[in-house]
């Protein structure tokens, strides 16, 4: 497995709980301290730092060396690469609508001059 | 927990595996069975299905009735959602640096009154 697979892999799992995608939609109004994290969500500090080192080993967020407040920071560049997955998808899914729909177009156009043979299609 | 938070949490975890995201990337081709989706992976049929199964289940694939075959069909919906979901933070995200940066162009602009009426705009 690749290196870009298995973190796509650890980014979903992550996103895959909703106390963790409540706290990236936190972080993404601005840095928060651990502290500040745990208020919203009325959790313990111990509850909301296992969410949080699930999010920092998938890259999602970092946390500054900065004195003991060590606000958390949300790392955009891979809820980037989440999003391009999908988006990589739903691009050939269009694509395919897309001929389709040229397609039918195409054999709608009345393309004889003549009407084609006798018969009834 | 609402719904749409249940259907987010399954959403994210079907995707967060590399067999089944491939899955999804085959399907936006267009529909498949079983068998033709086994071959290209080098898994077995009920090692396939297991995979087939989440994916039915958060709503990502369905499986028409359809006599023996039953190609599976991906549902652009679900993959919408989980793109809404993560391009919400996104948004946010880049208003608070579009508003960071509106002032700090405020901030850079001569603010004297004097000046400002001899500069030629």
Redesign the interface.
């Known amino acids: 497995?690749t290196a870009v697979?298995d973190k796509?892999?650890?980014?979903?799992?992550a996103?895959?709980?909703?106390t963790r995608?409540a706290i990236?939609?936190r972080l993404?109004?601005?840095d928060a301290t651990v502290n500040e994290l745990a208020v919203p969500f009325d959790m313990t500090l111990p509850g909301i730092s296992k969410h949080l080192k699930m999010l920092e080993r998938c890259g999602l967020i970092s946390r500054s060396r900065r004195a003991q407040f060590r606000p958390c920071h949300?790392e955009?560049e891979v809820?980037?690469e989440?999003?391009e997955?999908?988006?990589?998808?739903?691009r050939?899914?269009n694509e395919?609508f897309d001929r389709l729909d040229a397609h039918l177009r195409n054999i709608q156009r009345p393309t004889s001059p003549r009407k084609r043979g006798t018969t009834h299609e």
Request: net charge negative; hydrophobic share 50%.
């Open positions: 497995m697979e796509l892999d650890a980014t979903f799992t996103l895959a709980d909703p995608r990236v939609a993404a109004k601005g949300l955009r809820l980037d989440a999003v997955w999908i988006e990589e998808s739903r050939i899914w395919r």
